[in-house]
């Protein structure tokens, strides 16, 4: 079955500890995303790619890094420097089209203790 | 940068009222699509409106993008336990084609 698959779905780590979730796809999507949403909150975009070895920040790219060096995958590194990690992340892709839907993985719920 | 705002924040139903969500965009849209995400799920494509004034119906919902492309609404006829979740409309952002997402309105429907 074609998808969007994150992994783990929840993670549990220490303060001060770099973190990376992965984000695999098989849609054959040129663009992949990244989002954080908080409890009650909306999706905020931390990093996006429109094709392979290139991407851009979004809206709260701070304290995340991400890599693109294959098509089908996005992960995302949640670093030490992030000052409020814990969230639900969600990666998701589409097209490389204005009028494409987008795909989105189940999530990874982070909790740093 | 391009923002997207919804309102209600939130509302609450009787199972069998309608219920309308609006989106508004600081600048003209390309399109703009739905989505809905249940509780402790993710977002789910529901439909993309493209043409100014279009109007879209799926069953009980009906989705209108605005003569001047925007704002867009979402009403829902005789809400049901099933359709209790968040609805947000995303839009695509200037010459990037990142996603944004609006601020979303969560639905709650009492049965």
């Known amino acids: 079955d074609g998808g969007i698959t994150q992994s783990p779905k929840y993670l549990f780590r220490k303060e001060g500890q770099n973190v990376t979730l992965s984000c695999e796809q098989n849609l054959n999507h040129d663009a992949m995303y990244w989002y954080r949403q908080d409890p009650g909150q909306g999706l905020r975009l931390i990093y996006y790619s429109q094709i392979v070895n290139d991407f851009q920040k979004g809206d709260i790219a701070e304290g995340y890094s991400v890599s693109r060096e294959k098509k089908e995958s996005f992960p995302l590194t949640v670093t030490s420097a992030q000052k409020n990690p814990t969230a639900f992340y969600l990666c998701?892709?589409?097209?490389?089209?204005?009028?494409?839907?987008?795909?989105f993985g189940q999530g990874t719920r982070l909790t740093v203790v | 940068g391009q923002q997207v705002m919804q309102i209600p924040q939130y509302q609450h139903v009787q199972e069998g009222e309608d219920f309308t969500t609006y989106c508004n965009s600081s600048t003209t849209l390309s399109n703009i699509q739905w989505y809905k995400q249940r509780p402790g799920g993710h977002p789910v494509f529901l439909i993309q409106l493209v043409k100014s004034g279009e109007v879209k119906k799926q069953k009980r919902l009906t989705f209108q993008f605005g003569e001047a492309k925007k704002n867009s609404s979402l009403h829902i006829t005789a809400t049901q336990t099933t359709d209790v979740g968040t609805y947000f409309c995303v839009a695509y952002g200037g010459a990037t084609n990142k996603l944004i997402f609006g601020t979303g309105t969560l639905l709650a429907v009492q049965p």
């Open positions: 998701a892709s589409s097209i490389r089209d204005r009028e494409s839907e987008a795909f």
